[in-house]
T-cell receptor, first 114, second 116 residues
């Protein structure tokens, strides 16, 4: 079985500051890793994913995440946040066996203020 | 292309009543998933359809929950009778048939269920 831990339930930050949202996972098999984002009053959207290859993956809006196998982590970072990044961010994994059900963390609410 | 839609967006019912949630996946997506988020906790998998067949229903909490996907298009999730602990946001997601490497699950906006 897999599990995902997001220790920070809420991260307040000022606009243009850097941010890191932490994600650690546990699994006895290899996994694929994802970050989803939920903006207010919207559904979940895929932000970025790690399937294989380069351990650093990037999104189109400036977020990046690095897969660290030894530390079983997939932290999400952005060097300079905008007000519009205010949302809830979910880390998730899928095992490389089975039928691709996502296992989510509890989410981190990013609050960007001016 | 229309995304995943869910109906209703909100539902408030009393304990013991019945509620039916509906999900319309992206056209042509054979895979349909139901997830649930109880307040403050993680989003948890409920079940997975491939076309009209239940591929995995290991996450269904108990026999008060019944999911169907007749004809392999839209899906319904019925809760009967509803209990207080069923309150939460129910998400539906769909995915095209892919390879062994995961392809994207597209999520609907969710149905917020409140049981009083």
């Amino acid at each position: 079985a897999q599990s995902v831990t997001q220790l920070d339930s809420q991260v307040p930050v000022f606009e243009e500051a850097p941010v890191e949202l932490r994600c650690n996972y546990s699994s006895s098999v290899s996994v694929y890793l994802f970050w989803y984002v939920q903006y207010p009053n919207q559904g979940l959207q895929l932000l970025l994913k790690y399937l294989s290859g380069s351990t650093l993956v990037e999104s189109i809006n400036g977020f990046e995440a690095e897969f660290n196998k030894s530390q079983t982590s997939f932290h999400l970072r952005k060097p300079s946040v905008h007000i519009s990044d205010t949302a809830e961010y979910f880390c998730a994994v899928i095992s490389n066996t089975g039928f691709q059900k996502l296992v989510f963390g509890t989410g981190t609410r990013l609050l960007v203020s001016p | 292309e229309a995304g995943v839609t869910q109906f209703p967006s909100h539902s408030v019912i009393e304990k013991g009543q019945t509620v039916t949630l509906r999900c319309d996946p992206i056209s042509g997506h054979d895979n349909l998933y139901w997830y649930r988020r109880v307040m403050g906790k993680e989003i948890k998998f409920l079940l997975h359809f491939v076309k009209e067949s239940k591929q995995d229903e290991s996450g269904m909490p108990n026999n008060r929950f019944l999911a169907e996907r007749t004809g392999g298009t839209y899906s319904t999730l019925k809760v009967q009778p509803a209990e207080l602990e069923d309150s939460g946001v129910y998400f539906c997601a769909s995915r095209a048939t892919g390879t062994s490497v995961p392809n994207e699950q597209f999520f609907g906006p969710g149905t917020r269920l409140t049981v009083l």
